[in-house]
C-alpha cells in the first residue's frame, strides 16, 4: 500500500462527499458528515495499516491547502442556490467539521513549513475561515510557551471548555500581535495582522459576491464551527499538562509528557497525525508521516482525539474523566 494512502483517502474522500453535496444536497452531506464521524470512530477499532515514516506529505498537503478554497468557495456560493434549508444547514455543519478536523490540521503543517509557498498557503487558508491569527499565535507563542501560564492556548488543570473558549480566543489573538509587534520593532499592527484583517473582510466580501447576504452567513457559521474545532483539539491536546516552574526563573523544557496523544490510526490519518502530538512539539518541522508514538513517554488519551472532543463538551464529565489522569502523568513528569 502506498504510503499516503491513507491520508489521501480519509482527507480527500470528505471533500468530495462536501463538494457533491453543494451541488446536489439530499445524502451526499449526510454521507460526508456520517464518514467523518461514525465511520472514522468505528475504523478506528479496528486494525489499521502500519505507518511508513519515510514519507514526507509534502505534495497531498499542498494538494489539501488547495481543496479547501474550492470546497470553502464552492459551500459558500451554494447557501445562494436552490437547495432546501435543511440542505443548507447539513453543508454547513458538513464543512465546518471539515474545515475544522481536517483542513485545519493541514494548516497547520503548511505553517510550519521552511517553504514560504506552503507556509502562506497554510496562512491563507486560516485566513479564509476569519482564524488568521492563529498562524502568529500558534507558531510564535504556543510552541514556546505551551504547557504555561504565558499560553492562552494551554488548558489548566480544572477548566472546563466554555471557560476556556473565549480566553484562548481572545488571548491567543492578543498574544500572537504582541508577538509580531516584538519581531517588527514595535510597529503597532504590523504587517501579518493587516494581512490577517484585511483578508477577512476580503474573504467576507468574496462570500457576498457569490451568494449576497446567505453567502456571508454561511461563511460565518462554517468558520465559527471550525475556529471550535480548532480550539477544541488544542484543549484536549495540552489539557491539565503544566510545566514546572523553576526556582530560578523559567520552566522546564517542553517534553514528552505536555501533550496528550491518541493511538487511534482512521482519526489520525483524517487529522493527519495531529493526535501525535508530542512528537509534533518535540520536532515542529516534521512531516506528519514521520511523527511517532511512545505510550512510555508520552501521555495517551482514553478515546480518540475527535471523542475526547465531543467529550470535551460536557465539563464535568470530562474533568472526572481526566482528573486522575493528569495526576499521574503531573507525577511522572
Request: net charge positive.
Amino acid at each position: 500500500m502506498p504510503a499516503l494512502l491513507p491520508f489521501a483517502v480519509a482527507t480527500l474522500g470528505p471533500a468530495g462527499l462536501l463538494l457533491a453535496a453543494c451541488f446536489m444536497g439530499g445524502v451526499w452531506a449526510v454521507a460526508g458528515i456520517v464518514l467523518m464521524t461514525v465511520v472514522v470512530f468505528l475504523a478506528d477499532r479496528m486494525p489499521g495499516p502500519s505507518q511508513r515514516p519515510e514519507a514526507a506529505g509534502h505534495r497531498l498537503s499542498e494538494l489539501l491547502g488547495v481543496v479547501h478554497f474550492v470546497l470553502l468557495g464552492t459551500a459558500v456560493w451554494a447557501m445562494g442556490g436552490p437547495l432546501a434549508v435543511l440542505d443548507k444547514v447539513l453543508i454547513v455543519v458538513g464543512c465546518g467539521l471539515y474545515f475544522g478536523q481536517i483542513s485545519n490540521s493541514n494548516a497547520h503543517e503548511l505553517i510550519h513549513r521552511a517553504d514560504r509557498w506552503a507556509f502562506r498557503l497554510g496562512a491563507a487558508n486560516y485566513i479564509s475561515v476569519l482564524f488568521g491569527h492563529h498562524t502568529s499565535a500558534h507558531r510564535l507563542v504556543h510552541h514556546v510557551h505551551a504547557a504555561t501560564p504565558q499560553d492562552p492556548a494551554t488548558a489548566r488543570r480544572g477548566e472546563g471548555f466554555w471557560a476556556y473558549l473565549p480566553r484562548t480566543w481572545i488571548g491567543s489573538f492578543r498574544a500572537g500581535l504582541r508577538a509580531e509587534r516584538h519581531r517588527r520593532g514595535g510597529v503597532r499592527w504590523p504587517a501579518p495582522y493587516v494581512a490577517y484583517t484585511g483578508g477577512a473582510v476580503l474573504s467576507l466580501g468574496v462570500a457576498y459576491a457569490l451568494a449576497g447576504r446567505a453567502g456571508v452567513l454561511g461563511l460565518v457559521g462554517i468558520a465559527v464551527y471550525a475556529q471550535i474545532q480548532l480550539m477544541l483539539s488544542d484543549y484536549v491536546q495540552h489539557y491539565g499538562l503544566e510545566r514546572d516552574a523553576r526556582a530560578g526563573g523559567g520552566y522546564d523544557p517542553m517534553g514528552p509528557a505536555h501533550s496528550w496523544n491518541a493511538p487511534h490510526w482512521c482519526s489520525a490519518a483524517m487529522m493527519l497525525n495531529a493526535p501525535r502530538h508530542s512528537a509534533h512539539h518535540t520536532r515542529p518541522a516534521r512531516a506528519f508521516p514521520q511523527l511517532d508514538l511512545d505510550a512510555e513517554t508520552m501521555p495517551m488519551l482514553p478515546h480518540s482525539l475527535p471523542v475526547m472532543a465531543v467529550i470535551a463538551l460536557v465539563p464535568p464529565v470530562w474533568k472526572r474523566m481526566m482528573a486522575p489522569r493528569v495526576a499521574q502523568w503531573r507525577v511522572a513528569a
